[in-house]
């Protein structure tokens, strides 16, 4: 995690919303825009472009900002995250980790 993308913290709702359809955590909302609190002045998702192919490949992105409805776009990343990234998961999907702590 890198210092947002703005430097200051950011403490708001915003909409994050899932493409991944084997996780078990996203079965149920995957395409749905979901609002949740963030408040977090180290939330910045970054990788290199390996890992991030990587992780696209694998399905192993959970969650991504989005807008109310549900358009991935940059003025929906409250923080500068690497391609909207909001939360990823072990390549089992077993384990997730938000992308804001």
Known sequence: ?????????????????????????????????????????????????ATLEELFANNQVIFRYCDEFGNVVDSANPNGAIRNIAGICNKNRNVFDDAAP
């Open 1 to 49: 995690m890198l210092k947002n993308e703005n430097q200051q913290f950011v403490c708001k709702n915003v909409f994050i919303k899932s493409e991944n359809t084997q996780a078990s955590l996203t079965k149920e909302v995957t395409g749905r825009p979901l609002m949740i609190p963030v408040a977090h002045g180290e939330g910045r998702y970054y990788a290199d472009d």
